[in-house]
């Protein structure tokens, strides 16, 4: 047993691989001691936010006043695990994706009459209801406006096959949920999930 004293430790060629330890053992920075990898490309450490979405419908979607309707997000801005199906409008947890997750849901309810007076924006988990934001339009119970937005975050523990779907609810004349309106390339109405790390 010793100590070794020195303030650099390199390759005899001055490249390739140094290798501090062998299998089995275990390398520990003394309380006090800071390591410093500000300046190093970093491999196999830390952690990722993934499994991760952003999706968004491409049209408008009919609703029925008064009642729970999923929400079409028919198309994504990125997906790193191909977990979310942009047919059936959900997340599904992947294999190794178990863990937290941070779900963030934003509808867009609108109407060609003024008279939407509060809408729900519903996160479901496996088809049952788990958590939910509520809006009047202007915060008021008799207000109508003809347009106005809700927005919710959540966070989950989820387990492999679990599956995540958003579901609006509007009260007014023939609501909508309103997307990428004429094209404009504006995300109206969002859902994304990203798993948090642990």
Sequence with gaps: MGTIKTTNIETITGSGTLTIGQSGETITIPSGATLDLSNATQTGVGGTNTPAFSAYGTTA????????????????????????DTSTYRFTVPSGGAGKYLVKARLNLRSTSDNITYGLVSIYKNGVKFHQA????????????????????????????????????????????????SGDNLRYSLFSMQKIIE
Excluded: C, W
Excluded at 135 to 143: P, W
């Design 61 to 84: 979607q009919s609703v029925s006043s008064g009642t729970f309707t999923k929400v079409v997000f028919d198309a994504e801005d990125y997906d790193t695990d191909n977990a979310f």
């Design 134 to 181: 509520f809006s009047n339009s202007n915060g008021t119970s008799n207000a109508a406006f003809r347009d106005f937005t809700i927005s919710t975050e959540h966070g989950m523990i989820l387990q492999v096959s679990d599956y995540i779907e958003i579901f609006g609810y509007a009260v007014g004349t023939s609501p909508i949920i309103s997307n990428d309106l």
